[in-house]
């Protein structure tokens, strides 16, 4: 399967003080355990999925079911790393980022009104819980997959960046549907990694 970016919807350190359960817009890497190149492949500048990609992408497009006041923009599975954009919106199913004008219009989040035409809150979740939840569905698959329960596939943690205006959104979403024809210069990919080997050595 080759990614298409009409289907499917860097390093940084955690802001101290930062309190990541509120609304706003996130550019979130994910890297496989020892970066190793378990997805799939890159082939003429196109990423081809192998099944364990596919349930990547799967878990990824069914996380904003598990939390109703989340959605997920821009995807992209790599071989050994993911990249993508969750949107956390505020109580009311709405998103009220530094620039809600431009992500409220295209938001498909709706809470359905109570009686009394008052709409119930929202149970607030952080982008730690987010991601924890997607790594552990999509390794649980993975594993289901190759029969080696319980097998780590993530890395421990996850690299997040806080995107704070459209132009932010738009230069990070052109920069996830173009990263397959980067992986030649990835710092991700095992070739360019400092004493790595060619294979031709």
Not at 132 to 148: G, L
Request: glycine share 6%; net charge neutral.
């Amino acid at each position: 399967m080759t990614y298409n970016s009409d289907i499917h919807h860097r390093q940084s350190i955690r802001l101290k003080g930062y309190y990541y359960s509120q609304t706003g817009a996130y550019f979130v890497t994910i890297c496989a355990r020892n970066k190793e190149c378990l997805f799939g492949q890159i082939k003429d500048t196109e990423m081809l999925f192998n099944e364990y990609g596919e349930s990547v992408m799967k878990c990824w497009d069914a996380t904003p079911s598990h939390f109703p006041h989340v959605e997920t923009d821009e995807f992209i599975v790599m071989p050994n790393h993911v990249h993508g954009i969750v949107f956390i919106n505020n109580c009311r199913g709405e998103v009220s980022s530094p620039f809600s004008e431009v992500v409220a219009p295209d938001s498909k989040i709706r809470t359905t009104p109570i009686q009394g035409g008052e709409t119930p809150p929202l149970r607030k979740t952080t982008l730690g819980q987010i991601v924890a939840y997607f790594k552990y569905q999509s390794a649980k698959h993975i594993n289901d997959i190759r029969n080696t329960p319980g097998v780590p596939v993530w890395q421990r943690n996850y690299h997040e960046h806080i995107i704070r205006n459209e132009k932010e959104l738009q230069s990070i979403r052109e920069y996830i549907v173009n990263n397959p024809m980067q992986w030649e210069l990835d710092t991700e990919n095992p070739k360019n990694r400092k004493g790595s080997k060619s294979k031709n050595a």
